[in-house]
C-alpha cells in the first residue's frame, strides 16, 4: 500500500531550528512535496525535490533520500508565524499526491 | 497570475439536504482540477479529480459527486448529506505537464447536522 509518516507534532523556540521528517511508500515516484498549512487555512505550497539532495529556499529547506523514502524540511531561525502544521506529500507513479496527515509545529517564545 | 476561488467558506447544512460547492481557476487553461477533504488532524484525502471538461474521476465512492461544465469551474455536489460529509472541503488545481504544485483555493467548511 501507499503510505506517509510524519511526526503528529513538534515543539520549537523562537529562533531555533527544527528538522520535520517524513518516510513515504508509494506506488513509483515522480517528487516529493512540502506544504505550510496555517489552522483553518488552505495548505500553501512550500518545496519540490524530485532528485537527491538539498533545496535551500531562504530560512526553508528540504532534503530527500530516493533509496531511504526518506525527507525533511528544516526551518531555521523559527519565527512565531512559522506555527502551523507541515504536510508531506508524495507524487505516485499515476502523478496523484499521496497525503501525510501533518505535522503540527508549535512555535514558543 | 493564476488564483482559484472556491464558495462558500462556510456552511451549516441539516442532514438529508443538498450541497454544492463551488470553485473557479482563472489565469490558465486546461488545468487539473481536484477535490479534497480534511478531518481534523487526517490528511487530505482526494474526492475526485478532473483532467478535462465532462471528465470526472471519483477515488472514494460516497453520496458525493462532481462535474466539470467548463474549463476551469469544478463543482462538488450532494443530494442528501450524511453527518459524516461534515469536514474542510479544498478545491485545487494542477498544471498538466509537467506535473508539479498543487494550487489550493481557500477552503469550505461544511458542519453537517
Known amino acids: 500500500g501507499q503510505n506517509i509518516d510524519q511526526p503528529t507534532e513538534m515543539t520549537a523556540t523562537e529562533g531555533a531550528i527544527v528538522q520535520i521528517n517524513c518516510t513515504y511508500q508509494?506506488?513509483?515516484?515522480?517528487?516529493l512535496f512540502w506544504y505550510q498549512q496555517h489552522a483553518g487555512e488552505a495548505p500553501t505550497f512550500l518545496s519540490y525535490?524530485?532528485l537527491d539532495g538539498l533545496e535551500e529556499k531562504g530560512r526553508f529547506s528540504s532534503f530527500l533520500s530516493r533509496s531511504k523514502g526518506y525527507s525533511y524540511l528544516l526551518l531555521k531561525e523559527l519565527q512565531m508565524k512559522d506555527s502551523a502544521s507541515y504536510l508531506c506529500?508524495?507524487?505516485?507513479?499515476?502523478?496523484?499526491?499521496?497525503w501525510g496527515a501533518g505535522t503540527k509545529l508549535i512555535i514558543k517564545p | 497570475s493564476q488564483t482559484i476561488h472556491q464558495w462558500p467558506a462556510t456552511l451549516v447544512q441539516p442532514v438529508g439536504s443538498p450541497l454544492s460547492l463551488e470553485c473557479t481557476v482563472e489565469?490558465?487553461?486546461?488545468?487539473?482540477l481536484y477535490w479534497y477533504r480534511q478531518a481534523a488532524g487526517r490528511g487530505l484525502q482526494l474526492l475526485f479529480y478532473?483532467?478535462?471538461?465532462?471528465?470526472i474521476s471519483s477515488e472514494v465512492p460516497q453520496n458525493l459527486s462532481a462535474s466539470r461544465p467548463q474549463d476551469r469551474q469544478f463543482i462538488l455536489s450532494s443530494k442528501k448529506l450524511l453527518l459524516s460529509d461534515s469536514g474542510f472541503y479544498l478545491c485545487?488545481?494542477?498544471?498538466?505537464?509537467?506535473?508539479?504544485?498543487?494550487?489550493f483555493g481557500e477552503g469550505s467548511r461544511l458542519t453537517v447536522l
Open positions: 525535490n524530485v
Open positions: 478532473s483532467v478535462g471538461i465532462g471528465q
Open positions: 489565469g490558465t487553461s486546461n488545468p487539473n
Open positions: 508509494t506506488s513509483g515516484f515522480n517528487g
Open positions: 485545487a488545481w494542477g498544471a498538466q505537464e509537467p506535473y508539479g504544485e498543487l494550487f
Open positions: 506529500a508524495s507524487m505516485d507513479s499515476n502523478y496523484q499526491l499521496i
